[in-house]
């Protein structure tokens, strides 16, 4: 039965007690789900406040909130009517993991890339003032958002269009990774400035004593945002970009946070709060480790226990390669854009502090960076997921491509993965593949991930290693077929004309769909899609093809076997990769496969029917 709490018209309508109540009880909500089906766990807690104080404050159908990037928006989601579906988190048949247009008219955008808020919503409230449409636009922006130059690109125009703009700044002090660099120890020196605390605290103290200290409330707030724009640089800064700098405020008090968003609804222009909220708040081991609970698979909702991963994965496979070639080659250097943990490559940062950069949430800046060090003489392994490499294409092109610097890609999570349309890996080959002088390797197992590594490291050229999340292929004779330089070897003879090419870590995909059909049929592993086998291709041309790959259809193998036999005589070919015609979901991936027709019970029984 729903909790008629979970509503906007609940939040307006309560009292402050009532709303503590409500805080904790979504909370227990989020914890619940999260427990059952993963997600992101401790961002979500951090930000529950936050969210009752917005629709306490706004009408957020009038008042559209873009959050960025749409960790925190699970509190948001259950109080606008998606309770039931919120028991079924990341499910095909339940509540998106981030801001979804689609799901509801209270997410008036997609949210899954950082950067993206501030522009957003200053689109909208431009639109709103040009429309003489009431009310304002919001952003929600995590301090690790900041290092995305997007941001700053955004508030830069904030002066010009931005009349009706608010952005919140809640400031937790991390990103996935704890946040770096020189933005966030300026944040820092806010929140933690006892001189300038002191001294806001004493002044008020002193006024209070005065009868008329309510008429003098309005001169506190205007002293207390000169003194900012004085004493503090990031206030100077936004101030001086054309936005009244207010806060910080602690986002986790209702108490304060509920009268600061009053305060800020009555402002004409541009505004930014700074709010400073703990990851994890009111659930102990979140708070404790946040950073080991900002994305979790599931957990013990009393202990907070994760059960193990199992086995090895093909990040861990990464970091444990880079640790050992780092020991033979030091020019190696690896950069992550806040992903240090998520591509594997922690505990090299760990033993070779010198030689990981984490740039932040900054993946334009990573890849040319790592340009840059490849410049000087260094060969820097720039790891990245999928989703997030696809907002650096010119930086890959025209800073790596042109310059043949030698800059080794780790793309991770290339493949669909549980968090939806933004987060799918889907369609990097598409771009990747047409670029000149760029080999692409797709290793279908860990030990291929560190023969490829070493190939890639002696080819010195710009390349790619390209992986899905999880483990990698279990067949076990794949040993038996030493990874060649441009060679995609037939893993299977057959004795029919039925050709299945697999790419990469799908191999044991199609040594189960051919376990399944009548005759015995030739499967190819394709480790390389650029530079692509046309030897072994030409040479089949003229079976009927069936190609297997966690990408889209367009782009990737399916579209590389195409052109390649486009000059000779062949056979049909048939394609099973992610849809071309719209855009794929959230969910488990095992349930995706199946409405999609990519599980091995799907594909077995469409060969046989095309028979």
């Known amino acids: 039965m729903a909790d008629m709490r979970f509503t906007p018209e609940y939040v307006k309508s309560c009292d402050m007690a009532q709303l503590q109540e409500l805080a904790a009880a979504l909370r227990e909500k989020i914890i619940s789900s999260v427990s059952k089906n993963g997600g992101h766990l401790a ?7 936050l969210c009752i104080a917005l629709h306490r404050v706004f009408d957020l159908k009038r008042d559209p909130v873009f959050f960025d990037v749409g960790h925190q928006a699970y509190a948001h989601k259950i109080l606008t009517g998606r309770e039931a579906a919120f028991e079924k988190l990341r499910h095909a048949d339940g509540c998106s993991g981030f801001p979804n247009h689609d799901e509801s008219e209270y997410d008036p955008a997609a949210a899954g890339h950082a950067g993206a808020a501030v522009s957003l919503a200053l689109g909208r409230a431009a639109a709103k003032e040009q ?11 995590g301090d690790g958002s900041l290092t995305c130059g997007i941001s700053f690109e955004a508030l830069n125009s904030a002066r010009a269009c931005g009349k009706r703009l608010i952005v919140i700044l809640n400031d937790n002090q991390m990103a996935i990774s704890p946040n770096v660099g020189g933005l966030s120890r300026c944040l820092n020196r806010i929140i933690s400035g006892a001189r300038y605390n002191r001294f806001r605290l004493a002044v008020k103290q002193w006024l209070s004593h005065f009868s008329s200290y309510r008429t003098l409330k309005r001169m506190i707030n205007r002293f207390e945002d000169l003194v900012k724009g004085i004493v503090l640089p990031p ?45 994890g708040c009111g659930c102990s081991f979140a708070e404790e480790s946040p950073q080991v609970y900002h994305g979790v698979s599931g957990f013990e909702p009393e202990t907070g226990k994760i059960p193990s ?71 820097p392994v720039c790891a990245l997921y999928s989703t997030f ?70 080819l010195s050229l710009p390349c790619a290693l390209r992986y899905p999340r999880g483990a990698g292929a279990r067949y076990p004779e794949l040993s038996d077929f030493p990874v060649v330089y441009g060679k995609n070897p037939v893993i299977r003879q057959g004795t029919g004309d039925i050709v299945i090419w697999a790419l990469g870590a799908e191999i044991d995909t199609a040594l189960a769909v051919a376990d399944m059909l009548p005759e015995k049929a030739t499967v190819v592993l394709v480790r390389f899609i650029a530079p692509f086998d046309r030897e072994i291709a030409v040479e089949l041309a003229e079976k009927r093809h069936y190609t297997i790959e966690n990408h889209c259809v367009k782009g990737g193998l399916f579209t590389t076997l195409c052109e390649t036999l486009s000059s000779v005589p062949h056979g049909r070919i ?35 029917k095309n028979e």
């Not at 961002?43 to 406040?49: D, Y």
């Not at 490499?389 to 669909?416: K, M, S, T, W």
Request: with cysteine; hydrophobic share 40%; charged share 20%.
């Open 43 to 49: 961002s979500s807690l951090g930000a529950v406040e």
């Open 574 to 608: 048939t394609p099973f990769g992610w849809s071309e015609n719209e855009v794929v979901g959230h969910g488990k991936v095992s349930e995706l496969r199946q409405k999609y027709g990519l599980d091995v019970n799907s594909i077995a029984e469409k060969i046989m």
């Open 131 to 141: 429309s003489n449409t009431p009310g304002v636009a919001i952003s929600i922006v």
């Open 309 to 379: 991963g199992g086995g090895d994965n093909f990040s861990k496979a990464l970091g444990r390669h880079l640790i050992k070639a780092a020991e033979q080659h030091p020019d190696i250097h690896v950069v992550s854009a806040a992903m240090l943990d998520g591509t594997g490559v922690g505990e090299f940062a760990l033993k070779n502090p010198s030689r990981c950069h984490d740039v932040g949430i900054a993946e334009e800046h990573a890849v040319i960076f790592s340009a840059g060090l490849a410049s000087g003489n260094m060969r």
């Open 389 to 458: 490499l696809q907002r650096a294409l010119d930086c890959i092109y025209c800073e790596v491509v042109l310059n043949r610097f030698p800059v080794i890609f780790a793309i991770d999570r290339a493949g669909a993965v549980e968090d939806g349309p933004t987060h799918h890996g889907i369609y990097d080959l598409g771009f990747l593949r047409q670029l000149p002088g760029f080999p692409i390797m797709n290793p279908a197992n860990e030990d291929e991930l560190g023969v490829m590594f070493d190939m890639a490291y002696n």
């Open 235 to 279: 206030g100077i800064l936004f101030q001086e970009l054309g936005l009244r700098y207010l806060g910080p405020v602690n986002g986790n008090n209702l108490a304060e946070l509920v009268p600061m968003l009053e305060r800020i609804s009555r402002i004409d222009g541009p505004v930014l709060l700074h709010v400073t909220t703990r990851k």
